[in-house]
Nanobody
């Protein structure tokens, strides 16, 4: 059963922007942190950015200054604004949520391709 649904991926030219959205398909109680991860072909999944219910954010060094995570925990949604995209950002992007009880949920991923 799908818990999180991502949208907003696609093909963009280098230097372009995309905004990813993540929505809960059903009520997930007590979300503590939401985050975005990505997995490029042949590489391990890596964290891109996270945001807590208190508003604290963290970013991978590779995206600092280019990506911005935001969230609306009352609506159980999260967003990732990606600017100045480059080919190294090409990956499948996953949304994740962790609850205060330790349960973890994942989306099915959305493809982001940066290419001219």
């Amino acid at each position: 059963q799908v818990q999180l649904v991502e949208s907003g991926g696609g093909l963009v030219q280098p230097g372009g922007s995309l905004r990813l959205s993540c929505a809960s398909s059903r009520s997930i109680a007590g979300i503590y942190v939401m985050g975005w991860y990505r997995q490029a072909p042949g590489k391990q999944r890596e964290v891109v950015a996270t945001i807590t219910s208190g508003g604290s954010t963290n970013y991978a060094d590779s995206v600092k200054g280019r990506f911005t995570i935001s969230g609306d925990f009352s609506k159980k949604t999260a967003y990732l604004q990606m600017n100045s995209l480059n080919p190294e950002d090409t990956a499948v992007y996953y949304c994740a949520a962790v609850t205060y009880s330790g349960s973890q949920y994942w989306g099915q991923g959305t493809q982001v391709t940066v290419s001219s």
